[in-house]
């Protein structure tokens, strides 16, 4: 059985509502049953950001992730604050540039990967929840590159057709950690 309750969570303008997207139409064109629910404060940018995003087989009976079985954080107040939410079993992926200590936690599975560090060393500092994204992937089989590319392509603007290869070189990266 398919079954994610994804909480992936950060500061506005890390690029967390593009990952929930992402994800969502990964679950969407793979097939499964998706919602997402988006919440974030009125500052866009420097505000706290998060969404759910629940992929499964079964039906959805709401877009709501209380529970998160794979936790995504890209800060520490966010990490501090989901952290204990995630269910026993659960994966919490973290961007160890700005998360330097979890609570231990010895019933979750943790992925400290310092993805924003990642991306300003190779010149994609904007992609860093990409890579993230493309860590998730790996690590939880949800679809591999292939699989992830033409999704990719539909959610890069027609207008700027180049952030396509940026966004497909931050997927790889991910997938390659």
Do not use: H, W
């Not at 700027?160 to 390659?176: I, Q, V, W």
Request: negative net charge; proline residues 6%.
């Amino acid at each position: 059985m398919t079954n994610y309750n994804i909480l992936i969570a950060g500061f506005g303008g890390q690029g967390i509502q593009f990952a929930g997207k992402l994800l969502t139409y990964i679950g969407m064109y793979t097939g499964l049953e998706v919602s997402l629910y988006p919440s974030y404060g009125p500052e866009m940018r420097g505000g706290t950001s998060n969404c759910g995003v629940n992929i499964s087989d079964a039906p959805i009976a709401s877009p709501l992730v209380v529970s998160p079985t794979e936790l995504i954080v890209m800060n520490a107040p966010s990490l501090e604050k989901f952290e204990q939410a995630t269910v026993a079993g659960g994966k919490i992926f973290y961007d160890s540039t700005f998360i330097s200590e979890t609570a231990g936690r010895e019933d979750v599975t943790y992925f400290g990967i310092p993805v924003t560090k990642i991306a300003e060393e190779n010149g994609i500092a904007k992609l860093a929840n990409v890579i993230m994204c493309g860590k998730f992937l790996k690590e939880t089989g949800l679809c591999d590159i292939e699989t992830a590319a033409p999704i990719i392509k539909k959610l890069v603007p027609a207008k700027k057709p180049e952030l396509y290869d940026l966004n497909m070189k931050a997927l790889e990266m991910g997938f390659g950690l």
